[in-house]
């Protein structure tokens, strides 16, 4: 059972040192690296029903990995984004500014469909098969139509600034030929640089609500 952020705190995070703070850090995002590893890799067991699920363990883990790092600097500590953490902070900072957003998923023989969703004053949204344009209707949870905050709200939800740049079964020991390839680019309306992730055969651990949000059937990965 997960405990709330302000028990965690008063747990494992009160009265520590600098030092063991960032001891903490350090082991909450190697957690948090785990379970996305976990849930990414096709040869790890998925049968077995573990509460609180994983998807919960890094959601949670993520809400204390913020306390602690707050704790840290009331401690006095200087925090230094990594690498990783700039990119993830550049995302975040422009998500607003996003204006169109292209996915692409399919292979060779099949094809590959793209969706297309703009976002200005409202959201318009639409698919390309080949050169065949269909309008989209993307539906929320309550089957009401996606307005673009709404919509925007749902992507700050999946943490995609956190995803690999580009996903591939080589870093589980495998090659797989063909199979399904995807790209996701983001485009921005103040000029910021595009963003693209990809994937050959490989996905992020919450890619099928990925897909949920673009109205597409989810895709068993056993």
């Known amino acids: 059972m997960m405990i709330s952020p302000e028990s965690y705190y008063e747990e494992h995070l009160k009265g520590k040192t600098k030092e063991e703070l960032m001891t903490t850090i350090r082991g909450l995002k190697q957690e948090i690296g785990r379970l ?19 998807d919960n363990r890094i959601y949670w883990n993520r809400e204390y990995l ?22 993830i902070a550049d995302f975040d900072a422009n998500v607003n500014a996003i204006c169109k957003i292209t996915f692409n998923i399919g292979g060779y023989f099949g094809g590959y469909r793209t969706y297309i969703v703009l976002l200005s004053d409202e959201l318009k949204a639409y698919t390309k098969l080949w050169e065949v344009k269909e309008p989209l209707l993307l539906l929320d949870d309550n089957d009401e139509p996606y307005t673009k905050n709404i919509f925007v709200a749902a992507l700050k939800e999946l943490h995609i600034s956190e995803w690999r740049r580009h996903y591939t079964t080589g870093r589980f ?27 050959d055969n490989s996905y992020p651990y919450n890619f099928n609500t990925l897909l949920r949000l673009f109205g597409i059937d989810v895709i068993e990965r056993d």
């Open 36 to 54: 996305k590893n976990s849930l990414e890799n096709p040869y790890a067991d998925k049968k077995t029903v573990i509460k609180p699920s994983k």
């Open 66 to 87: 913020d306390i602690a790092k707050q704790a840290y600097v009331e401690a006095g500590g200087i925090y230094n984004l990594s690498k990783a953490e700039k990119k």
């Open 173 to 199: 020991g495998y090659t797989v030929l063909d199979g399904t390839q995807w790209e996701l680019e983001f485009k921005y309306s103040d000029g910021h640089k595009a963003v693209v992730f990809e994937g």
